[in-house]
T-cell receptor, first 114, second 113 residues
Framework: AQSVTQPDIHITVSEGASLELRCNYS??????LFWYVQSPGQGLQLLLK??????LVQGIKGFEAEFKRSQSSFNLRKPSVHWSDAAEYFC????????????FGAGTILRVKS | EPEVTQTPSHQVTQMGQEVILRCVPI?????FYWYRQILGQKVEFLVS????????KSEIFDDQFSVERPDGSNFTLKIRSTKLEDSAMYFC???????????FGQGTRLTVV
């Protein structure tokens, strides 16, 4: 069965520090990969996506993610975190062979301390 | 910037009542979706809709659920007889074409009492 794992439920970083949020997926086929962010009371905002090509993708708000097929991972990174980045981050995968649906990870709550 | 809009933002209903959650997808999008997130749990796929019919549905999407595109702009999710376990945040999403990024609305928080 398809699955997405975000091993860190909570992460706390200091403002200005670097950030890496982990995401691993389990699929037989090549997935499409996404990161979404949800601020309190808000919907899911797309940060970035990977479909094919360059395995390092740039997104909004200074985020980037790297697809590593050998590790089945798509980790999200940011070199310098801002207090406004505090939110919940969701990794999601879609597989063409399984239709249009996205399968989400459980999410990682990011706290930023000043 | 175009966005997916959902109404209402919060709905409280009594168990056994019917509810309709409404969504206006992005205007040039062709694929529409409903997802839900029970408090503390993952976001789960419910159903996808294309060309006026369901293209895929999950095990959650049983006979109590239905979707409709009643006109050229709205996309609705109906729950016929709500149960306590239907309490969740319901997200509508749309995508321009198949297997591209989906854009999500702000969600409707449904509370069944």
């Amino acid at each position: 069965a398809q699955s997405v794992t975000q091993p860190d439920i909570h992460i706390t970083v200091s403002e200005g520090a670097s950030l890496e949020l982990r995401c691993n997926y389990s699929y037989g086929a090549t997935p499409y990969l996404f990161w979404y962010v949800q601020s309190p009371g808000q919907g899911l905002q797309l940060l970035l996506k990977y479909f094919s090509g360059d395995t390092l993708v740039q997104g909004i708000k200074g985020f980037e993610a790297e697809f590593k097929r050998s590790q089945s991972s798509f980790n999200l990174r940011k070199p310098s975190v801002h207090w406004s980045d505090a939110a919940e981050y969701f990794c999601a995968v879609g597989v063409k062979e399984y239709g249009n649906k996205l399968v989400f990870g459980a999410g990682t709550i990011l706290r930023v301390k000043s | 910037e175009p966005e997916v809009t959902q109404t209402p933002s919060h709905q409280v209903t009594q168990m056994g009542q019917e509810v309709i959650l409404r969504c206006v997808p992005i205007s040039n999008h062709l694929y529409f979706y409903w997802y839900r997130q029970i408090l503390g749990q993952k976001v789960e796929f419910l159903v996808s809709f294309y060309n006026n019919e369901i293209s895929e549905k999950s095990e959650i999407f049983d006979d109590q659920f239905s979707v409709e595109r009643p006109d050229g702009s709205n996309f609705t999710l109906k729950i016929r007889s709500t149960k306590l376990e239907d309490s969740a945040m319901y997200f509508c999403a749309s995508s321009e074409v198949e297997n591209t990024e989906a854009f999500f609305g702000q969600g409707t928080r449904l509370t069944v009492v």
